[in-house]
C-alpha cells in the first residue's frame, strides 16, 4: 500500500519535460486565440465590445498565434511562457489603464465586470506557468497595481445609481482577485508539503535501506545516463562478497547485515569523485565511472580488492570478509545490457577462479591496453 503510493507521489512530483510542455502549449495556445476571436464574431453581429477590445482583441488572437508558431522553432520554453504571461498581463493592464483614462466609456461598470475573467485568467497563468513563490509574488504585484489604479479612481463625482454600479464592479473585482490569490498561497503551502513528501519519496526509492547506498533503480538509471556519453571509456564492476551464503548460515543474518552495511561504507570510502557506488541486489554492489584508460581501471579495482579484507565487523571471530569483481571495460556509447552481462561473466569467471580476485573483460576493445594517462591520479581508499 505504502509502496503504490510512493509511486503515485513520484508519477505527480515528476515534471513535465521539454516536449510534453510545448505539446501543452500547441494544444492551449489555438484554444486561447479561438477564445479570444469569438467576442469579435459577436460584435461583428451586434456591435457591444468598447474601442480597446475592438483594438486590441485581433493583436491578442495574432499573438497567440505568433506564440504557437514558436513552439516549432529552437525558442526556450521558459521564455514562450514568459511571454505568454506578458501578453496577458499587458492586455489586463491596458485594458484597465484605457477604462481609467478614457472618459467616453458608455458603461464603465459593464466594461469593468467584463474585466473580470481577463484578470482572473491572468493569475491562474502567473500560478501556473512561474514557481509557487515567484508565482505569488506576481499575482501580488498585479493585485497592488489593480488596488492602487482603481482607489485612485474610485467614482466619487458621479451620479448616485453610476456610482453604486461602479463601486459594486470596483469591489467585485479586488474580491475576486484577492480571493484567487489567497487560494494560490493556500495552494502554493500545501504544494510545498506535498513536494517534500516526494522528494522524501524519492530519496527512499532509490536508496537502499541496509545500506544507505544507492539501488539497483537507482544504478540503472545512472547506467543508462552514463551509457549513451559519446567518446571515452566506461569502466562497470559487479563486486560480490565472498562465501556471504555461509556467514549467514554460520553467523546469522542480523551478522550478515552487519557485514553488508561494513562493506557498503568502505567501498564508499575507496570511491573517487564522480564514481558512482550502489548496492546492486543480495552481497552484490555495483560500481561505474568513466575511466581514463583499461589499466587505470585494472589497478583501481585491485586496490579496492585488496582493502575490503581491513574492514572489521564484530562478531565473526576474525574472519576477513573479502570480495570478487567482474570487471568490464568498454567505449562509449555502449548499450547497458551489454555491460551488465560481460560483468556478470567477468564476475563468474573470478568466483571460479577461487574468489578474491579481479577479472576483467574488455567489451569491444583489443586485449592491448593503452599506456596509462599520466594525469589520472587514483585516491587513497579511506578504511571504513
Known sequence: MERRQNERLLALARPMDLESRLSYYRMILPGAAAAVALPLGLDRIEPYLIAFDRTLLPLMVAIFLSL??????????????????????????????????????????????????????????????????????????????????????????????????????????????????????????????????????????????????????ALDGQLERLSREAGGLLAVALIDVDHFKAINDRYGHARGDEVLRAVGAGLRGCMAPGQILGRYGGEEFLCMSEVPDVEAARRWFELVRRRVPQITVDGLDGLKVTVSVGLVVSPLPRLPAEVLEAADAALYRAKAAGRDNVQLDLLGLDDTPPAAAPEWRLPTPVQS
Open 68 to 217: 504557437l508558431l514558436l513552439t516549432w522553432t529552437r525558442l526556450k520554453v521558459e521564455w514562450l511562457e514568459w511571454l505568454i504571461l506578458g501578453a496577458m498581463a499587458g492586455f489586463v493592464l491596458g485594458r484597465l489603464l484605457y477604462l481609467l483614462a478614457a472618459p467616453g466609456v458608455a458603461s464603465p461598470a459593464a466594461a469593468l465586470g467584463a474585466t473580470l475573467p481577463w484578470v482572473i485568467i491572468t493569475m491562474l497563468l502567473n500560478a501556473g506557468l512561474l514557481s509557487p513563490r515567484r508565482g505569488v509574488q506576481a499575482n501580488v504585484a498585479l493585485l497592488g497595481v489593480l488596488a492602487t489604479g482603481l482607489t485612485l479612481w474610485w467614482p466619487g463625482d458621479r451620479p448616485s445609481p453610476e456610482r453604486q454600479h461602479l463601486i459594486s464592479a470596483l469591489s467585485q473585482l479586488l474580491l475576486a482577485a484577492g480571493s484567487v490569490l489567497m487560494a494560490q498561497v493556500v495552494i502554493s503551502q500545501r504544494s510545498a508539503a506535498f513536494s517534500r513528501r516526494a522528494r522524501r519519496a524519492l530519496r527512499e526509492a532509490n536508496l537502499d535501506a541496509l545500506t544507505g547506498l544507492p539501488n539497483r533503480r
